[in-house]
């Protein structure tokens, strides 16, 4: 998932208030995530305990704690976000560690400052908008190994749906979730739902690249905008599909860019690239392993499969090799025991990965073994007021990867219905031309979908 834009008004990252997951694609059998830019931090007027017009349907647990109903579609039962992790935490719990955000860096791994360019968009809008039976969708993992991607990005645009309802009694907009599972035969099955329910004018997913891939054709012969916070493959954009829209930076902005600030700013000399099977893993082994250079050691480099817990081969060529770093590029689901594993070895070169790790989750299942993990995010971090209105509405849960730009996402969405818009096509238009700010970075597309600027973080385990 990936990539875009910024602005001029300077403004301190409130992170101090921030454990931030990560974003990306999650497909037990082809998944891919991402986000990416600058975090704008200018405080945003929120409408605090606004109801949201939920689509009707079975009560869902949701791995972040979120304690509201919410109607699921495609028969998605209960279930949370699995919370094993594997065989070995390195004898520790990781009470206190949390994922913090360090620096934004540019493609060639060089700090950028996080600044503003004016008051991101406000949900809310003037209060005047006027719309009958309108609704947005949300496709994505709500259930599985990799839940707590799709949660986050769910509960993101909770925020900006009950507000907007909360100041527009005469607009009442529903969000649908769809639960996808993360895997690429069930969004088959989930896409004709999506689109056959007509109220929904709007797609905000889907959330990870193997699904994306495998649904992106038939949103687009529905013309139904496709607009994901969090699906990095960079070959998305380049299928032809006209109603979609990245709202974050691609993986060949942060593959180049964890690349360059791994060798030129961190020093490492030495690396094993360990990639995953899924569409998101092995495209950002690619773009990762190329820009490491002859920092990138083949003699350890390895594939595992998604949803294996015995990584004792892969551990055992990176013990041999005795690299400064490892670089894992997959989901949280396997990063956690494999993390665990190398540390019961006695490796204890440093552990990085991308933002399909970057979650609390990888830090609840790895204990002690994440820490000091760096893990980047084409995701921007949560602001202070952002957190506190996104805890009201979810239950005391904090935000995590992709939860500030399914925000802003939906929060564009929104301002296209408050704008008189009722139908898809229009919808597309709508986000084709616009053109600004929101909580996560500025907002501008190119013809293709992809973000005109986009920025990567970089986070800590601490």
Request: net charge neutral; with cysteine; aromatic share 6%.
């Amino acid at each position: 998932m990936h990539r875009r834009s910024m602005r001029g008004a300077l403004v301190v990252v409130a992170a101090a208030a921030l454990t931030l997951a990560a974003c990306g694609s999650k497909t037990p059998a082809t998944p891919s995530a991402g986000g990416g830019g600058s975090a704008a931090t200018s405080d945003t007027a929120m409408a605090s305990g606004s109801d949201t017009g939920m689509a009707s349907g079975s009560d869902t647990g949701m791995a972040s704690g979120s304690s509201s109903e919410t109607g699921m579609t495609s028969g998605a039962g209960s279930g949370s976000a699995s919370s094993s992790g594997g065989s070995g935490t390195s004898g520790g719990s990781g009470a206190g560690l949390a994922i913090k955000p360090e620096v934004q860096i540019d493609k060639d791994g060089k700090k950028v400052e996080a600044t503003a360019t004016g008051d991101p968009a406000d949900p809310a809008g003037d209060g005047k908008a006027k719309c009958t039976n309108a609704s947005i969708a949300m496709a994505g993992a709500l259930t599985g190994p990799d839940a707590a991607l799709g949660i986050n990005i769910l509960n993101g645009a909770k925020v900006a749906v009950e507000a907007h309802n909360k100041a527009n009694a005469g607009c009442q907009v529903k969000l649908t979730p769809f639960d996808t599972q993360g895997d690429t035969q069930k969004a088959t099955q989930v896409a004709p739902q999506i689109i056959n329910d007509k109220t929904v004018i709007g797609l905000l997913g889907p959330a990870f690249s193997g699904e994306t891939k495998a649904t992106g054709a038939t949103f687009h012969q529905a013309n139904l905008l496709s607009l994901t916070a969090s699906a990095t493959n960079p070959d998305l954009a380049k299928k032809g599909w006209t109603n979609f829209y990245r709202g974050l930076a691609n993986d060949a902005v942060q593959g180049p860019a964890d690349g360059k600030y791994l060798v030129d700013t961190a020093g490492y000399k030495k690396i094993c690239v360990v990639q995953d099977d899924t569409d998101y893993g092995v495209g950002l082994a690619k773009t990762i392993t190329a820009s490491l250079g002859s920092a990138a050691d083949s003699s350890c480099a390895s594939k595992v499969k998604k949803g294996d817990k015995d990584f004792s081969a892969a551990v055992s060529a990176v013990s041999s090799a005795a690299p400064d770093a490892v670089f894992y590029s997959g989901y949280y689901a396997e990063a956690a025991p494999f993390v665990s594993q190398l540390r019961d070895a006695g490796v204890t070169a440093a552990f990085v990965s991308a933002d399909g790790t970057n979650d609390p989750q990888f830090v609840k299942q790895a204990g002690d073994a994440a820490k000091n993990a760096l893990l980047s995010c084409p995701c921007g971090p949560a602001n202070d007021k952002f957190t506190k209105e996104y805890q009201t509405v979810n239950g005391g849960a904090a935000p995590g990867v992709y939860s500030t730009e399914a925000y802003d996402l939906a929060t564009i969405m929104l301002k296209g219905i408050d704008s008189g818009i009722t139908d898809r096509a229009k919808m597309v238009d709508f986000v084709k031309s616009y053109d600004g700010q929101g909580l996560a970075r500025h907002y501008k597309w190119e013809s293709n979908g992809e973000l005109a600027s986009a920025l990567i973080w970089i986070y800590k385990v601490s």
